[in-house]
Protein backbone atom coordinates (compact mmCIF):
# COMPACT_ATOMS: atom_id res chain seq x y z
CA UNK A 1 0.00 0.00 0.00
CA UNK A 2 1.41 3.17 -0.77
CA UNK A 3 1.29 6.50 1.40
CA UNK A 4 2.17 9.90 1.07
CA UNK A 5 3.53 10.63 4.82
CA UNK A 6 5.99 13.57 3.88
CA UNK A 7 8.52 14.81 1.04
CA UNK A 8 11.60 13.12 3.13
CA UNK A 9 11.32 9.78 2.19
CA UNK A 10 9.90 10.67 -2.22
CA UNK A 11 12.56 11.62 -4.85
CA UNK A 12 12.49 14.34 -6.73
CA UNK A 13 11.03 12.13 -9.77
CA UNK A 14 8.00 11.42 -7.36
CA UNK A 15 7.61 15.52 -6.79
CA UNK A 16 7.75 16.09 -10.63
CA UNK A 17 5.23 13.44 -11.04
CA UNK A 18 3.08 14.85 -8.69
CA UNK A 19 3.25 18.48 -10.19
CA UNK A 20 2.87 17.40 -13.88
CA UNK A 21 -0.07 15.15 -12.92
CA UNK A 22 -1.71 18.26 -11.27
CA UNK A 23 -1.00 20.81 -13.56
CA UNK A 24 -3.07 18.85 -16.29
CA UNK A 25 -5.70 18.16 -13.06
CA UNK A 26 -5.72 22.32 -13.13
CA UNK A 27 -6.66 21.95 -16.76
CA UNK A 28 -9.46 20.16 -16.00
CA UNK A 29 -10.89 21.51 -13.57
CA UNK A 30 -10.76 25.02 -15.34
CA UNK A 31 -13.29 23.72 -17.71
CA UNK A 32 -17.12 24.03 -17.73
CA UNK A 33 -17.39 20.46 -16.47
CA UNK A 34 -14.61 19.79 -13.98
CA UNK A 35 -15.86 16.63 -12.83
CA UNK A 36 -13.92 13.19 -14.11
CA UNK A 37 -14.37 9.71 -13.13
CA UNK A 38 -10.98 8.50 -12.16
CA UNK A 39 -11.41 7.43 -8.66
CA UNK A 40 -15.21 6.19 -8.95
CA UNK A 41 -15.94 3.52 -6.23
CA UNK A 42 -13.32 4.62 -3.93
CA UNK A 43 -13.78 5.86 -0.89
CA UNK A 44 -12.05 8.17 1.29
CA UNK A 45 -12.02 9.36 4.52
CA UNK A 46 -11.12 12.62 6.01
CA UNK A 47 -9.83 12.51 9.43
CA UNK A 48 -9.18 15.76 10.61
CA UNK A 49 -8.32 15.46 14.76
CA UNK A 50 -6.61 18.89 14.43
CA UNK A 51 -8.25 22.61 13.13
CA UNK A 52 -8.01 23.15 9.15
CA UNK A 53 -9.72 25.66 6.94
CA UNK A 54 -7.91 25.20 3.59
CA UNK A 55 -6.92 21.69 3.70
CA UNK A 56 -10.09 20.02 4.70
CA UNK A 57 -12.20 21.98 2.01
CA UNK A 58 -9.04 21.38 -0.85
CA UNK A 59 -9.11 17.54 0.19
CA UNK A 60 -12.95 17.14 0.17
CA UNK A 61 -13.02 18.57 -3.15
CA UNK A 62 -10.68 17.25 -4.66
CA UNK A 63 -12.48 14.17 -3.94
CA UNK A 64 -15.50 15.35 -5.54
CA UNK A 65 -13.80 16.12 -8.43
CA UNK A 66 -12.32 12.57 -8.84
CA UNK A 67 -15.75 11.13 -7.94
CA UNK A 68 -14.64 9.95 -5.25
CA UNK A 69 -17.49 8.87 -2.26
CA UNK A 70 -16.32 10.94 1.50
CA UNK A 71 -16.85 10.64 4.60
CA UNK A 72 -15.39 13.47 6.52
CA UNK A 73 -14.35 13.10 10.56
CA UNK A 74 -13.74 15.73 12.82
CA UNK A 75 -12.69 14.76 16.62
CA UNK A 76 -14.66 17.32 18.07
CA UNK A 77 -17.85 16.00 18.77
CA UNK A 78 -16.87 12.35 17.73
CA UNK A 79 -16.31 9.82 20.49
CA UNK A 80 -12.91 10.11 20.78
CA UNK A 81 -13.74 12.35 23.82
CA UNK A 82 -15.08 9.63 25.27
CA UNK A 83 -11.54 8.54 25.09
CA UNK A 84 -11.53 6.07 22.00
CA UNK A 85 -8.08 5.36 20.87
CA UNK A 86 -6.26 6.94 17.32
CA UNK A 87 -6.12 3.08 16.04
CA UNK A 88 -9.74 2.07 17.50
CA UNK A 89 -11.22 5.26 16.26
CA UNK A 90 -9.72 4.50 12.47
CA UNK A 91 -9.95 0.57 12.10
CA UNK A 92 -13.42 1.35 12.55
CA UNK A 93 -13.81 4.09 9.97
CA UNK A 94 -12.43 1.60 7.71
CA UNK A 95 -14.45 -1.72 8.98
CA UNK A 96 -17.04 0.62 6.98
CA UNK A 97 -14.48 -0.36 3.63
CA UNK A 98 -12.51 2.63 3.32
CA UNK A 99 -9.86 2.68 0.74
CA UNK A 100 -7.51 6.03 1.60
CA UNK A 101 -7.11 8.23 4.56
CA UNK A 102 -6.68 11.83 4.99
CA UNK A 103 -5.23 12.56 8.33
CA UNK A 104 -4.41 15.75 10.26
CA UNK A 105 -3.22 14.67 13.75
CA UNK A 106 -1.30 17.05 15.96
CA UNK A 107 0.62 14.54 16.60
CA UNK A 108 4.33 14.26 15.07
CA UNK A 109 4.42 10.78 12.93
CA UNK A 110 0.51 10.08 13.69
CA UNK A 111 0.05 8.87 10.31
CA UNK A 112 3.45 6.97 9.83
CA UNK A 113 2.15 5.01 13.09
CA UNK A 114 -0.65 4.09 11.35
CA UNK A 115 0.68 3.13 8.27
CA UNK A 116 1.83 0.13 9.64
CA UNK A 117 -0.85 -0.91 11.06
CA UNK A 118 -4.04 -0.30 8.72
CA UNK A 119 -4.28 -1.68 4.75
CA UNK A 120 -5.63 2.00 3.34
CA UNK A 121 -3.17 4.39 1.79
CA UNK A 122 -2.57 7.49 4.01
CA UNK A 123 -2.13 10.91 3.01
CA UNK A 124 -0.76 13.21 5.88
CA UNK A 125 -2.76 16.12 5.90
CA UNK A 126 -0.05 17.77 8.88
CA UNK A 127 1.16 15.74 11.47
CA UNK A 128 2.30 18.27 14.62
CA UNK A 129 4.96 20.03 13.85
CA UNK A 130 6.51 17.59 11.82
CA UNK A 131 5.69 17.34 8.02
CA UNK A 132 2.77 19.19 5.84
CA UNK A 133 3.28 17.20 2.26
CA UNK A 134 0.60 18.38 0.04
CA UNK A 135 1.33 22.03 1.31
CA UNK A 136 4.66 22.16 0.32
CA UNK A 137 3.71 20.17 -3.14
CA UNK A 138 1.48 23.38 -3.60
CA UNK A 139 3.62 25.79 -2.34
CA UNK A 140 6.34 24.65 -5.13
CA UNK A 141 3.57 24.33 -7.80
CA UNK A 142 2.52 27.95 -7.48
CA UNK A 143 6.43 29.29 -7.31
CA UNK A 144 6.70 27.45 -10.34
CA UNK A 145 3.53 28.80 -12.39
CA UNK A 146 4.75 32.45 -11.04
CA UNK A 147 8.72 32.04 -12.01
CA UNK A 148 8.93 28.52 -13.43
CA UNK A 149 12.00 26.09 -13.08
CA UNK A 150 13.08 26.44 -8.98
CA UNK A 151 16.07 25.27 -9.65
CA UNK A 152 18.89 28.05 -8.47
CA UNK A 153 16.13 30.07 -7.48
CA UNK A 154 16.57 31.98 -3.71
CA UNK A 155 13.36 30.86 -1.40
CA UNK A 156 13.26 32.55 2.11
CA UNK A 157 10.85 30.92 4.73
CA UNK A 158 10.08 33.77 7.22
CA UNK A 159 8.60 33.38 10.42
CA UNK A 160 8.23 30.48 13.23
CA UNK A 161 10.31 27.97 11.79
CA UNK A 162 10.64 25.88 15.20
CA UNK A 163 6.87 24.82 15.12
CA UNK A 164 6.44 24.67 11.91
CA UNK A 165 5.09 21.46 9.67
CA UNK A 166 4.99 23.79 6.44
CA UNK A 167 8.57 25.34 6.68
CA UNK A 168 10.13 21.06 7.29
CA UNK A 169 7.52 20.55 4.13
CA UNK A 170 9.10 23.12 2.36
CA UNK A 171 12.51 22.47 2.79
CA UNK A 172 12.47 19.19 1.74
CA UNK A 173 10.83 19.76 -1.13
CA UNK A 174 12.14 22.62 -2.60
CA UNK A 175 15.72 21.60 -2.13
CA UNK A 176 15.15 17.91 -3.89
CA UNK A 177 13.88 20.45 -6.79
CA UNK A 178 17.29 22.98 -6.74
CA UNK A 179 16.04 25.67 -5.13
CA UNK A 180 18.58 27.93 -2.45
CA UNK A 181 16.18 27.50 0.39
CA UNK A 182 17.20 29.91 3.36
CA UNK A 183 15.01 30.60 6.79
CA UNK A 184 14.68 34.13 8.59
CA UNK A 185 12.86 34.19 12.18
CA UNK A 186 14.06 35.22 15.92
CA UNK A 187 16.88 33.25 17.75
CA UNK A 188 14.34 31.28 19.48
CA UNK A 189 11.97 29.99 16.59
CA UNK A 190 15.14 28.75 14.53
CA UNK A 191 15.70 24.88 15.15
CA UNK A 192 19.31 23.53 15.44
CA UNK A 193 18.88 20.82 13.01
CA UNK A 194 18.83 23.38 10.20
CA UNK A 195 22.37 23.12 9.66
CA UNK A 196 23.09 19.90 9.48
CA UNK A 197 19.59 19.88 6.43
CA UNK A 198 22.21 23.59 4.86
CA UNK A 199 19.98 25.46 5.53
CA UNK A 200 21.34 29.10 6.18
CA UNK A 201 19.72 31.49 8.61
CA UNK A 202 19.10 35.35 8.23
CA UNK A 203 18.15 37.07 11.26
CA UNK A 204 17.05 40.35 9.86
CA UNK A 205 14.22 39.91 7.81
CA UNK A 206 15.21 43.03 5.28
CA UNK A 207 18.03 41.36 4.28
CA UNK A 208 16.05 37.75 3.82
CA UNK A 209 13.75 40.11 1.23
CA UNK A 210 16.54 41.98 -0.26
CA UNK A 211 17.92 38.08 -1.27
CA UNK A 212 15.36 35.88 -2.28
CA UNK A 213 13.25 35.48 -4.94
CA UNK A 214 10.29 33.96 -3.29
CA UNK A 215 9.39 34.83 0.25
CA UNK A 216 7.27 32.26 2.29
CA UNK A 217 5.94 33.89 5.16
CA UNK A 218 4.50 32.21 7.71
CA UNK A 219 2.05 32.23 11.13
CA UNK A 220 3.41 32.66 14.61
CA UNK A 221 1.88 29.39 15.94
CA UNK A 222 1.00 30.45 19.18
CA UNK A 223 -1.02 26.89 20.00
CA UNK A 224 2.04 25.16 19.91
CA UNK A 225 4.40 27.60 21.84
CA UNK A 226 5.01 26.51 25.86
CA UNK A 227 7.91 27.87 26.60
CA UNK A 228 7.35 31.95 27.72
CA UNK A 229 10.85 32.84 26.11
CA UNK A 230 9.56 33.31 22.69
CA UNK A 231 8.66 37.12 21.41
CA UNK A 232 5.26 38.51 22.07
CA UNK A 233 3.26 39.05 18.61
CA UNK A 234 3.63 42.83 19.58
CA UNK A 235 7.77 42.43 19.29
CA UNK A 236 7.63 39.40 16.25
CA UNK A 237 5.25 42.39 14.38
CA UNK A 238 8.16 45.10 15.09
CA UNK A 239 10.89 43.25 14.13
CA UNK A 240 10.16 40.31 11.84
CA UNK A 241 6.67 42.17 10.25
CA UNK A 242 6.36 42.53 6.63
CA UNK A 243 4.71 45.63 5.41
CA UNK A 244 4.13 46.69 2.05
CA UNK A 245 6.54 49.72 2.33
CA UNK A 246 8.96 47.37 3.33
CA UNK A 247 8.48 45.69 -0.24
CA UNK A 248 8.23 48.80 -1.83
CA UNK A 249 11.88 50.08 -0.94
CA UNK A 250 13.02 46.80 -2.32
CA UNK A 251 12.28 48.05 -5.57
CA UNK A 252 12.89 44.73 -7.34
CA UNK A 253 9.95 41.60 -8.30
CA UNK A 254 9.26 39.53 -5.63
CA UNK A 255 6.72 36.39 -4.76
CA UNK A 256 4.65 36.76 -1.59
CA UNK A 257 3.50 33.66 -0.15
CA UNK A 258 1.53 32.76 2.95
CA UNK A 259 0.02 29.18 3.53
CA UNK A 260 -2.59 30.53 5.71
CA UNK A 261 -4.32 31.55 8.47
CA UNK A 262 -2.69 34.83 7.96
CA UNK A 263 -2.52 36.81 11.39
CA UNK A 264 -3.20 40.02 10.05
CA UNK A 265 -1.21 42.32 11.72
CA UNK A 266 1.66 40.72 13.21
CA UNK A 267 3.44 38.64 10.40
CA UNK A 268 1.78 40.03 7.33
CA UNK A 269 0.07 43.84 7.24
CA UNK A 270 -3.13 43.55 5.01
CA UNK A 271 -1.49 45.71 2.45
CA UNK A 272 1.63 43.56 1.96
CA UNK A 273 -1.02 40.23 1.93
CA UNK A 274 -3.43 42.21 -0.83
CA UNK A 275 -0.70 43.34 -2.55
CA UNK A 276 0.27 42.53 -6.08
CA UNK A 277 3.04 40.33 -5.40
CA UNK A 278 1.24 38.22 -3.40
CA UNK A 279 0.11 34.66 -4.76
CA UNK A 280 -1.52 33.95 -1.44
CA UNK A 281 -4.94 33.04 -2.97
CA UNK A 282 -3.22 31.07 -5.78
CA UNK A 283 -1.99 28.85 -3.60
CA UNK A 284 -5.19 27.94 -2.32
CA UNK A 285 -6.53 27.37 -5.52
CA UNK A 286 -3.65 25.16 -6.80
CA UNK A 287 -3.97 23.12 -3.73
CA UNK A 288 -7.58 21.59 -5.48
CA UNK A 289 -5.68 20.25 -8.34
CA UNK A 290 -2.69 19.32 -6.37
CA UNK A 291 -4.10 17.01 -4.26
CA UNK A 292 -6.26 15.72 -7.01
CA UNK A 293 -2.73 14.47 -8.43
CA UNK A 294 -1.53 13.00 -4.91
CA UNK A 295 -4.43 10.82 -4.41
CA UNK A 296 -5.30 10.16 -8.27
CA UNK A 297 -1.47 8.54 -8.31
CA UNK A 298 -1.15 6.97 -4.78
CA UNK A 299 -5.05 4.91 -6.07
CA UNK A 300 -3.29 3.75 -9.18
CA UNK A 301 -0.60 1.96 -6.92
CA UNK A 302 -2.39 -0.10 -5.17
N1 LIG B 1 -2.46 25.92 5.15
C1 LIG B 1 -3.20 25.15 5.98
O1 LIG B 1 -2.83 24.01 6.29
O2 LIG B 1 -4.35 25.76 6.41
P1 LIG B 1 -5.46 25.04 7.33
O3 LIG B 1 -4.81 24.79 8.67
O4 LIG B 1 -6.61 25.99 7.40
O5 LIG B 1 -5.81 23.75 6.66
Redesign the pocket.
Known sequence: TRHLLGIKNITENDINLILETAKEFKEVINRPIKKVPSLRDITIANLFF?????????FELAEKRLSADTINFTSAGSSVKKGETLLDTVNNILAMKVDMVVM?HSSPGAPHFLSNKIKANIVN??DGTHE?PT?ALLDAFSMQEKIGDLRGKKIAIIGDILHSR?ALSNIFCLQKLGADVRVCGPKTLIPKYLTSLGVQVFENVKEALAWCDVANVLRIQLERQQLKYFPSLREYSLYFGINKSILDELNKKIVLMH???INRGVELSSDAADSSHSIILD??EN?VAVRMAVMFLLAQKN
Open positions: ENSTRTRLSRAGHQVPGPQVG
